[in-house]
């Protein structure tokens, strides 16, 4: 019987769930042990109790023997390597991207100057700051649930939260707009599950690596490079999406490119800056280190001294 970690909230379980069930449709059984995370137990905004807050319990267990592998949001791990750890499986993604969720099934162009819109990310909050909408940005903590129950109740105009969320927990019919790219760049990793079990676990690795989706892990190394880049040079808001994407050579002949596009925003919203490139799926690292450094080119490091 595999041990799968998980926190307790619905969306993780949920998450979690469907890792095991897809394992327990292999004829491996698995089963859930749910552990408390001191993000579970802190009210303070993730920004204010650190990286690592969801995941730093779940690993303890794998190293104390009280479960075989964890199961996180891959956008909650640490850049850093950890090499007590693998990630043996990143399962095909849902979609990255941000979602709005308003009163009265408003767009968040359509929301009176002055509405107030709660977010859990200092990311979110300077894209929003950038579209220059006239919102009243205020912090968000708690479970999804309790988030959207901040709109209903009419204590928030709206809440911007994560659309791979909301899909999981069936609750799509909530979102009253998907936000692109072009408005917002969605955390690097999001809508991406991590599943990580012992290095030395070669046989359990190899089993989990049959939930691997290559598409989904070359976009994720892409993103999550790019912001192992940019934490050690610039410590503002950063956003990233990557995706694998068709192109056809002179010969007419199809073939796959990794598309990447990155930004960082000024915390106050007066700036954002953008860069994108294309490579190969097989060398994502390499491109996300690419557009990292055109983003540092183009006065990432000066965009954030300036908004202090």
């Keep these: 019987m595999i041990r799968i970690g998980t926190r307790g909230s619905r969306l993780a379980t949920t998450q979690a769930g469907s890792v095991r069930d897809a394992l327990v449709a292999r004829n491996h059984p698995a089963e859930l042990v749910t552990i408390t995370t001191e993000g579970d137990r802190s009210p303070q905004p993730i920004a204010t109790i650190g990286v690592g807050v969801f995941t730093t319990a779940l690993r303890e267990a794998i190293v104390a023997g009280r479960v075989d592998a964890a199961v996180h949001s891959h956008k909650d791990l640490p850049t850093a390597n950890d090499p007590r750890f693998v990630v043996a499986a990143i399962p095909p993604r849902e979609d990255p991207r941000d979602a709005v969720v308003a009163r009265d099934g408003l767009l968040l ?63 799509l019919d909530d979102v009253t707009e998907t936000l692109e790219p072009v408005q917002m760049l969605p955390a690097p990793a999001q809508g991406a599950l991590a599943v990580e079990c012992r290095a030395d676990d070669t046989e359990l690795a190899a089993l989990l690596a049959e939930l691997d989706d290559a598409d989904t892990r070359a976009a994720v190394t892409a993103e999550r490079a790019l912001l192992a880049a940019l934490e050690a040079g610039c410590t503002a808001p950063v956003g990233a999406m990557a995706e694998v994407v068709e192109s056809i050579d002179e010969d007419g002949r199809v073939f796959e490119e990794l598309s990447l596009r990155g930004c960082v925003a000024a915390l106050d919203g007066s700036d954002v800056i953008r860069a994108s490139g294309i490579g190969s799926p097989d060398r994502a690292r390499e491109l996300g280190l ?14 954030m001294s300036g908004a202090r």
């Design 109 to 171: 162009a359509q929301l009176p100057h002055g509405s107030v819109v709660g977010t859990s990310s200092p990311r979110r909050a300077a894209q929003l700051r950038a579209l220059g909408l006239g919102l009243e940005i205020r912090p968000l903590r708690g479970n999804l649930d309790t988030r959207l129950s901040r709109v209903s109740s009419g204590d928030l105009d709206a809440v911007v939260v994560a659309r791979a969320g909301l899909a999981r927990l069936g609750r």
């Design 290 to 303: 690419s557009v990292a450094e055109e983003l540092f080119a183009l006065g990432a490091r000066e965009l």
